[in-house]
């Protein structure tokens, strides 16, 4: 009797199963019709089949609205991101289990325990592994203080405010280079990244550049400065919002989600506000350091640059030149070709990304068709 | 088990309470009957505490997920369509990819763990004597205090590192077996236990074999006790999420192969969702977490009705 109960409970959950397996549907264009930007170009080339990748939280939401844009065009193709950090990434890719990596920073080129990632890297794929920079993000100083829209801050400042030695919003310094705005006598409440972020590496990394002598601490993907830790963009982007007399450092596009002021950089060519064209600029500046199709970026943090934003990130996809898998190596290949579109680059400006300028971007659409 | 406690305890107290009435006559018998009562009321005001007070979180969480989440639920989009081409700034989608993957998982786990854990306590109470019991049973003991990332951690090394596998989701299902036999194993045991060896003496005294007598006597039995414990094991496994995040990362897509790529999960969805400060992935996963504990409850509303049906009619 009990037998045959079980046999019952184990149909009855089998047979369930089997009809919610056959409802569910996958197809969400329906719902959002308007809200995505397809890009039309490359819909004659569409393999289908699926891709997995993982890495920098930075662009996710970048890589996210690629990746729709894709699948709207290509209905036979699936391509999961997994925003685990750059370093998780990089590691997964080497042993095999995403067919690219996203990450903050190249692959080194230089020893660390012993190991060259770059060299790694080309040994596992047997061929060398490209890094792409895709997406651009800016880091926003952002703040919030009733009354001030337009705060504009020197290198030397923010390192002061984020070392702790600027304490009041009033103080004479931001007062020198802010003519004309009322600033309120309450004190400065910085807030940072509490986990390890490529965000606190470069923002460290261009106080570092910028300021040498009011930042003396060396880059690092852990915050050194003062204030409060709070995990993740999301988190040190909310604290602002909900303090009054709050600064910090995060990417462009949590600070718009936030509705958070933006102060403008002054490098030492006049005050630069943050958007599309000014990171461009500063981006096109930025030196090839790689050979040939390995397109690492070497950002000028200090740059003089008259109208160029000078804190920026650029995540790269991290893939092998030569694929291991042809099928999905022509996937790897029409997917990002799709990201470095046009029109796909132009519709992350509204998310809070800087497209990639057009001189960077034939570069990298040159290496994604040199792909195979 | 509540109910089970305040029946005693009322049983308890109306048997107390006779006696003190009728001992007014006597001052020393009364003064004895105060301080009974006095102990007695005490002791009613301090379970009534701690019953309350284990309640609290309970209702509140369920009150906060409730209510938070609620309203996606009650959009057919939802149970029908899954997270694809969604992002965190858009409504829209549903979680049926994510319910597809936790129910398939889940049997599958139960469908490994559940034969292997009951015959195991089969064996630990019915055969196992000497020193092989002892060390199956310390084993199982053992295995019940591995945390899950540990399980997680262990076929990770097994099925990528070693055997150089992609990460599937047959892979997450070895990991959840590890943490469900355990459970499965304990709770079966303590209600094979309970079976009274009278019962088993009568088969044997009417000439049916061993084996015999644990099919027909001992485990029909135990029945409601033992879909009990699978279903306590069900419900631990389908809320893990530490073997998850190593062995099987999220996808926005229906994935139903369980040895061929990522495998979306409730569990991964929610934590995909926490990290995000935009209000449509809040919302989803407010309703992802509310959807999981309804799953939890109808296959515990389900494994209810099956033990009532099944068990001996006494």
């Known amino acids: 009797m009990k037998i045959q109960r079980f046999g019952l409970l184990a149909s009855v959950a089998v047979v369930g199963s089997l009809a919610l397996t056959a409802c569910g549907s996958d197809n969400n264009t329906g719902a959002t019709a308007g809200g995505s930007s397809s890009g039309g170009s490359s819909s004659s080339d569409c393999p289908t089949g699926t891709l997995n990748a993982e890495g920098s939280s930075a662009q996710k939401n970048a890589i996210d609205e690629a990746i729709s844009a894709f699948q709207d065009t290509c209905s036979g193709a699936t391509i999961n991101y997994n925003p685990t950090g750059s370093g998780a990434g990089i590691k997964q890719f080497l042993a095999g289990q995403v067919d690219f990596a996203g990450s903050d920073s190249a692959l080194k080129t230089t020893e660390k325990d012993g190991k060259i990632e770059a060299d790694e890297a080309a040994k596992f794929c047997g061929s060398p592994a490209w890094n792409l920079p895709m997406v651009t993000g800016p880091i926003a100083v952002s703040y919030n203080v009733k009354g001030v829209d337009k705060l504009v801050l020197t290198p030397e400042v923010i390192a002061n405010i984020f070392n702790g030695k600027v304490t009041t919003w009033n103080d004479a310094s931001i007062a020198k280079i802010n003519s004309g705005v009322t600033l309120p006598s309450e004190p400065i409440k910085v807030f940072f990244r509490s986990d390890e972020s490529g965000t606190t590496e470069n923002f460290t990394k261009y106080l570092n550049a910028a300021a040498p002598s009011a930042w003396t601490a060396e880059p690092a993907k852990a915050w050194t400065g003062k204030g409060e830790g709070k995990e993740k963009s999301a988190g040190v982007a909310g604290a602002v919002k909900s303090t009054e007399g709050g600064i910090t450092y995060a990417e462009w596009s949590y600070a718009k989600d936030n509705q958070l002021g933006i102060a403008q950089i002054d490098n030492g060519a006049g005050a630069v506000e943050l958007n599309g064209e000014t990171v461009g600029k500063a981006i096109a500046t930025a030196k090839a350091d790689g050979e040939g199709n390995d397109l690492r970026l070497k950002l000028d943090y200090a740059t003089k640059e008259a109208g160029a934003y000078p804190i920026n990130l650029v995540t790269y996809e991290i893939v092998c030149s030569k694929g291991k898998d042809a099928a999905k190596s022509k996937l790897t290949k029409a997917f990002l070709k799709s990201f470095a579109s046009k029109e796909t680059q132009a519709s992350l400006e509204e998310i809070g990304y800087a497209p990639l300028p057009d001189e960077v971007r034939t570069k990298v659409a040159a290496a994604i068709d040199a792909l195979s | ?314």
């Open chain 2, 1 to 314: 088990m509540t109910t089970s406690t305040t029946a005693t305890t009322s049983a308890t107290s109306s048997s107390t309470t006779p006696p003190a009435s009728r001992g007014g006559a006597s001052t020393d018998l009364g003064h004895k009957a105060r301080g009974r009562a006095f102990k007695d009321q005490l002791a009613r005001v301090v379970m009534w505490g701690a019953f309350l007070l284990a309640l609290v979180p309970l209702v509140w969480i369920l009150w906060t997920v409730g209510s938070k989440g609620y309203h996606l639920l009650l959009d057919a989009q939802w149970w029908g369509n899954s997270q694809r081409g969604i992002t965190a700034r858009r409504e829209g989608g549903g979680a049926v990819h994510a319910i597809q993957g936790t129910l398939i998982q889940g049997l599958t786990t139960a469908l490994i763990s559940v034969p292997i854990g009951i015959l195991t306590a089969i064996y630990l109470v019915e055969y196992g004597r000497g020193r092989l019991a002892k060390v199956v049973s310390f084993m199982v003991d053992i295995l019940t205090g591995v945390p899950s990332i540990v399980a997680g951690l262990f076929i990770y090394a097994l099925w990528v590192t070693t055997f150089k596998f992609q990460r599937v989701g047959f892979a997450v299902c070895l990991a959840l077996v590890l943490l469900m036999i355990p459970v499965v194993v304990r709770s079966t045991e303590e209600m094979l236990k309970l079976v009274p060896n009278e019962l088993r003496e009568a088969s044997y005294a009417l000439g049916v074999p061993k084996w015999k007598t644990i099919m027909r006597v001992v485990l029909p039995t135990a029945f409601s006790g033992i879909v009990t414990g699978v279903l306590l094991g069900l419900a631990r496994v389908m809320g893990e999420t530490a073997p998850l995040l190593i062995l099987g990362p999220y996808t926005k897509s229906i994935a139903n192969d369980l040895f061929g790529g990522l495998m979306p999960t409730l569990p991964t969805m929610i934590n995909q969702d926490r990290t995000e400060s935009l209000q449509p992935a809040v919302d989803r996963m407010w309703a992802a977490a509310l959807t999981l504990i309804l799953l939890v409850l109808l296959l515990n509303i389900a494994g209810r009705v099956v033990s009532r049906f099944g068990s001996v009619k006494k």
